[in-house]
């Protein structure tokens, strides 16, 4: 595992089928890379060369075909024998290392060949050809990934280019990020030869860029690891003080997370849950951090509790056992097997507490979770092997459901391109827009920046699809996810049914429906900018403002004017039913009578039988809504739906409250407001929607329209209030308009 050498003369040979060597123990790719950390690795040979490669791999896959890895074994170390790494060991260590890191996580068999292979291709005379015809066109994909990569030199004009490359070559197909992850691990275990400078240009670029990706595919146990190593190399200072910390709590007689652990193996003994109860200890930078977060450490913040069980119903299981029997910490509990994470995590995290004020966090997991949480994309395998029945069970259920929501099946899509069934939504999101990105610094400061998001929400659009987007996302990034540049156009949202800015930020499980423009020519706002969160958004807004210089303040403002203006009663007395306007040029009027003026009969004053009564046109209440009243001059009762904002300031003015009940009367008095976008026609369609339902126009105004918008008020006479909704339904399904309200109830400024 580590860099270790072999004879490069002497391979040792694949041991068959028949002879599997269980007697030697099973590698921990944890545990090496904690004792690397620790201490110096031995530099001795490793034995039987490609033995431990074939054991890792058989304790993951017991019936695989070992005869390629035999052969890409023979051609890597006759390729790169007298080839020396700059420690001065022969060069097929490193693959060699490369292929055990990928063995231990369960990587299948073309993928340990392709990563035995990585570097021939580009360091020595075998070429693509002759890796295709030896071992398949699928090995020669993913060798030709990994050398595409090493292309171009890690130098600070060539970083943004060098990841632009590999981006593309991880969309294609996983495994060639999983190569490279692997190759970077050894890389950085092996760093200490080189000059310090370009130790920590290298540890920069693994912090910034790798270990982020590490974590969107999910392979934590090559994250953490990149973690340490980057965290020794550039926080030495820091490094050597929790490694006296680590050091210290080892030493200690007494271990808190033991006591833990035996305590929950008896709970779940009794309750007659099968369960593997374990103590996982918290990796250098994790440690670090709680140190800085919680001050003076305590034996529980050295480690976590791993539980496994088989099922996921015994998940559950566990948790209600301990939350029984224990004393949980209810606010460190959450469910990402309900909701997983965007890299396939999945686990139970909850805490217990003991009377000594010791709290030991726990992880609750399946044996297949485990590997996925572990190995990420690595664990799923060849994404696109044909089912078999080796795939029944959970772990077919977990490779299958990865490939759910997917953008496609796998298989070639021309010009040595495929679309790979295991691809997250994140990457997909990334290969969209670095293909928009003006310039390598654009590409790389947005990379940079999406790779630092590193959760992920789930939207809903109405019929039923669904978006993929980073915590914190805004309408503006569901736009240009759901879209693309064709967003520009986009006049407002709806958020759960309800009218929303474009810059209201989303959550989890929202749904989203995008009102878009009718007009081609429509453009996006600067504003919007201050709203976009994903580098897809932000990218087309700026390629569009960055083409059209002096322009950007068009349809696409914030929608915050799609947001239906109210009509703000004058002193609560009735009022008028629209906003103050002094010009329409585009008005149409149908009045007859001041709207909400008239005594109505349907509302009985408890203490005044014989009172006027006016409803008030700020918020034209109807029957069912709550209500109060107010006496005004001349004995005239004015009625208000209690939560008009008129309440509060008649009530402050000191008008008396009067007792109103609605009386048998379902005729009622109503206005509401259609908001629409700009059509001919759209007039007429509306009035003989309002016909076909049976209501009567009092009056109506068509305000002069803004921004491709236009805003209709009328106010309906109802013969029936039960009828509003549907006649509000029957309004909104006339094509063009995009909301329909009854006028808000603001109080007008005093």
Not at 283 to 312: A, P, Q, Y
Request: charged content about 25%.
């Amino acid at each position: 595992m580590s860099a270790e050498a072999t004879n490069p003369a002497t391979p040792g040979p694949v041991a068959p089928a028949s002879s599997r060597r269980r007697s030697r123990p099973r590698i921990d790719l944890r545990r090496l890379g904690r004792a690397a950390l620790l201490g110096p690795t031995s530099r001795g040979r490793l034995p039987d060369a490609i033995s431990h490669v074939v054991e890792a791999h058989r304790a993951h896959h017991p019936d695989a075909d070992l005869e390629p890895l035999r052969r890409a074994y023979l051609l890597a170390e006759s390729s790169h024998r007298g080839q020396m790494r700059k420690s001065g060991e022969p060069y097929i260590t490193h693959p060699l290392a490369v292929t055990l890191i990928l063995a231990e996580l369960g990587a299948e068999t073309t993928t340990l060949t392709a990563s035995l292979l990585h570097d021939t291709v580009e360091d020595t005379d075998v070429t693509l050809d002759q890796v295709g015809e030896q071992f398949g066109e699928e090995v020669r994909f993913l060798v030709d990934g990994v050398t595409k990569l090493e292309k171009v030199d890690y130098g600070a004009a060539a970083e943004p280019e060098t990841f632009r490359k590999m981006l593309v070559a991880t969309g294609n197909d996983v495994r060639v990020m999983s190569i490279k992850l692997a190759d970077r691990l050894h890389n950085m275990r092996t760093l200490g030869v080189m000059r310090p400078e370009k130790q920590a240009r290298i540890a920069k670029v693994t912090h910034e860029v790798l270990i982020p990706l590490a974590e969107r595919l999910g392979v934590q146990a090559l994250k953490t690891e990149l973690e340490d190593l980057v965290f020794a190399i550039l926080h030495p200072e820091e490094y050597a003080h929790t490694r006296e910390l680590i050091a210290d709590n080892a030493s200690r007689a007494d271990d808190p997370l033991t006591e833990f652990a035996e305590a929950m193996r008896t709970v779940l003994r009794d309750a007659g849950i099968q369960a593997e109860v374990l103590i996982r200890p918290r990796h250098f930078l994790s440690v670090h951090r709680v140190s800085r977060k919680r001050g003076r450490m305590r034996g529980c913040d050295f480690g976590r509790l791993l539980v496994l069980v088989n099922e996921d119903a015994d998940c559950y299981a566990v948790l209600g056992e301990l939350h029984t029997c224990m004393t949980p910490v209810v606010s460190e509990f959450k469910d990402f097997i309900a909701v997983p994470k965007f890299n396939l995590y999945q686990s139970l995290h909850t805490a217990v507490a003991r009377a000594d004020g010791q709290v030991a966090e726990v992880l609750i997991r399946t044996h297949q979770m485990h590997k996925v949480a572990e190995a990420g994309v690595v664990a799923l395998g060849n994404p696109y092997a044909q089912p078999t029945e080796d795939q029944g069970g959970e772990a077919g259920r977990t490779e299958r459901g990865a490939a759910e929501g997917s953008r496609a099946e796998g298989g070639s899509v021309g010009d040595g391109e495929r679309v790979d069934p295991t691809r997250p939504g994140w990457l997909s999101r990334l290969l969209d827009w670095q293909e928009g990105a003006p310039d390598p610094d654009t590409f790389w400061s947005t990379l940079r920046e999406d790779l630092a998001q590193d959760r992920e929400i789930t939207v809903f659009r109405p019929d039923g699809g669904a978006l993929g987007l980073p915590e914190g996302a805004t309408c503006v990034d569901a736009a240009y996810a759901q879209y693309g540049d064709d967003a520009h156009a986009c006049m407002g949202a709806r958020v759960n049914g309800r009218l929303a800015t474009l810059s209201t930020v989303l959550r989890d499980g929202d749904t989203v429906q995008l009102l878009m423009g009718q007009d081609p020519a429509s453009e996006p706002s600067s504003q919007w900018l201050e709203h976009a969160q994903t580098p897809a958004a932000r990218i087309a807004i700026q390629r569009w403002l960055a083409a059209h210089p002096g322009t950007g303040t068009g349809s696409g403002e914030p929608a915050d004017e799609a947001v239906p203006g109210g009509a703000d009663g004058t002193d609560g007395e009735g009022g008028g039913a629209g906003r103050p306007t002094t010009e329409r040029p585009a008005a149409v009027r149908a009045a007859s009578g001041e709207p909400g003026a008239r005594p109505d009969t349907a509302i009985t004053v408890v203490d005044r039988p014989d009172a006027g009564v006016r409803l008030a046109g700020c918020c034209t209440p109807v029957p069912s809504d709550e209500v109060t009243g107010f006496a005004v001059r001349g004995g005239v009762v004015t009625v208000h739906r209690v939560e008009c904002a008129a309440v509060a300031r008649l009530a402050k003015a000191g008008r008396t409250e009067v007792d109103v009940r609605w009386g048998d009367t379902t005729e009622c008095r109503v206005t509401l407001v259609a908001e629409s976008f700009g059509r001919p026609h759209l007039l007429a369609d509306l009035t003989e929607a309002i016909a076909v339902e049976g209501a009567e126009i009092v009056s109506a105004t068509v305000e002069p329209p803004s921004q491709q918008r236009v805003r209709h008020t009328y106010t309906l006479q109802l013969p029936d209030a039960a009828n509003l909704p549907t006649l509000m339904r029957a309004m909104r399904d006339v094509a063009g308009v995009y909301d329909v309200s009854r006028t808000p109830h603001h109080a007008p400024a005093p």
